[in-house]
């Protein structure tokens, strides 16, 4: 095995010490292309507003019209530790909002992947006004066309790679769709949809929904982002260090669900010394094996 140094620019490191990061940090950090020390803040006022996520403003009007109007929510998931947690995201996160949602994670084997003809069937013996999709949806073309052919309307939240043909949904947000100028392409499933309750909470806002009321902490919902976030694999650019290291504090301090909690538990670890690696190795593919064997 052959040892290569990183390459990195000296005047990038000189620019990080100049700003006082640590002149060992600074060759680090310069050799793992950061170029400015604002780009290690870990605070969330440093996330990507969330309107600069193509169509979100869009989607925040629809949810919050559907919410206002008291319509019936259904949110599709998928069985993967992302696709579980952004499920979990999407159901306390609209319930904060008042909605009147459910869920429904098929088995994948028995309906097939993403929104599929035969899952809206499913979905629709119980009646919803409206399918929100987390982590899939992006290629579901005739799922999406088998769902609007019964009425309900579809909105779709994904991060994988779309196909040539968009599916017809009433809106889709996704980084990595054709057309959309977000700067992180990396956002998991679970990052998709809670950037969507951040939209959500500003239409609100801007309709005056919290004149006589608090607003819903969303940051309560960090910790389970976090998880989704390592669990599946997306690069730790900027954004998504943010919400992972948000996510940890929340943990750390025992400040999150009492799903995390019990998954730490039965790993052995403990909630105050969590680490990305702790999300990554032993909460993650937890929940990947439960899925796996309740989906056989």
Same mark, same amino acid.
């Given at each position: 095995?052959?040892?290569? @140094?990183r390459i990195f620019d000296d005047n990038i490191a000189s620019a990080l010490i100049?700003?006082?990061?640590?002149?060992?940090?600074? /060759?680090?950090?310069?050799?793992?292309?950061?170029? !400015?020390? =604002?780009? %290690?803040?870990?605070?969330?006022?440093?996330?990507? @507003?969330?309107?600069?996520?193509?169509?979100?403003?869009?989607?925040? /009007?629809?949810?919050?019209?559907?919410?206002?109007?008291?319509? /019936?929510?259904?949110?599709?998931?998928?069985? &993967?530790? &992302?696709?579980?947690?952004?499920?979990?995201?999407?159901?306390?996160?609209?319930?904060?909002?008042?909605?009147?949602?459910?869920?429904?994670?098929?088995?994948?084997? !028995?309906?097939?992947?993403? %929104?599929?003809? !035969?899952?809206? =069937?499913?979905?629709?013996?119980?009646?919803?006004?409206?399918?929100?999709?987390?982590?899939?949806?992006?290629?579901?073309?005739?799922?999406?066309? *088998?769902?609007?052919?019964?009425?309900?309307?579809?909105?779709?939240?994904?991060?994988?790679?779309?196909? !040539?043909?968009?599916?017809?949904?009433?809106?889709?947000?996704?980084?990595?769709?054709?057309?959309?100028?977000?700067?992180s392409k990396n956002l998991a499933g679970v990052g998709v949809m809670f950037y969507?309750? $951040?939209?959500? #909470?500003?239409?609100? #806002?801007?309709?005056?929904?919290?004149?006589?009321?608090?607003?819903?902490?969303?940051?309560?919902?960090?910790?389970?982002? *976090?998880?989704?976030?390592?669990?599946?694999?997306?690069? $730790?650019?900027?954004?998504?260090?943010?919400?992972?290291?948000?996510?940890?504090?929340?943990?750390?301090?025992?400040?999150?669900?009492?799903?995390?909690?019990?998954?730490?538990?039965?790993?052995?670890?403990? @909630?105050?010394?969590?680490?990305?690696?702790?999300?990554?190795?032993?909460?993650? @593919?937890?929940?990947?094996?439960? /899925?796996?064997?309740?989906?056989?």
């Amino acid at each position: 095995m052959q040892i290569k @140094p990183r390459i990195f620019d000296d005047n990038i490191a000189s620019a990080l010490i100049a700003q006082g990061v640590n002149p060992l940090l600074a /060759k680090l950090f310069a050799a793992r292309g950061i170029v !400015e020390s =604002q780009q %290690l803040s870990a605070n969330l006022a440093s996330l990507l @507003p969330p309107q600069s996520l193509t169509n979100n403003k869009a989607m925040a /009007k629809l949810l919050a019209d559907a919410i206002a109007d008291n319509k /019936k929510l259904l949110v599709i998931g998928d069985y &993967d530790a &992302d696709g579980a947690t952004a499920t979990a995201v999407a159901v306390k996160g609209l319930k904060m909002f008042g909605a009147t949602v459910d869920f429904l994670v098929p088995n994948r084997f !028995e309906y097939g992947y993403g %929104l599929t003809p !035969e899952i809206v =069937q499913l979905a629709a013996q119980q009646k919803p006004d409206i399918l929100i999709t987390v982590d899939n949806g992006i290629a579901s073309v005739d799922g999406v066309d *088998a769902a609007n052919a019964l009425g309900i309307q579809v909105l779709i939240t994904d991060h994988h790679l779309p196909g !040539e043909i968009t599916p017809n949904a009433a809106c889709i947000i996704n980084p990595n769709q054709h057309g959309c100028t977000f700067l992180s392409k990396n956002l998991a499933g679970v990052g998709v949809m809670f950037y969507a309750l $951040l939209a959500l #909470r500003a239409e609100f #806002r801007a309709r005056g929904k919290f004149e006589n009321s608090a607003e819903p902490n969303l940051t309560e919902l960090l910790d389970l982002v *976090a998880l989704g976030t390592v669990a599946d694999l997306v690069k $730790l650019d900027e954004n998504n260090r943010i919400l992972v290291e948000q996510g940890l504090r929340r943990i750390r301090a025992r400040a999150c669900s009492a799903g995390i909690l019990a998954l730490l538990r039965v790993s052995g670890r403990e @909630p105050q010394q969590t680490t990305a690696q702790d999300l990554g190795f032993y909460l993650g @593919p937890r929940i990947n094996i439960v /899925k796996k064997t309740l989906t056989y």
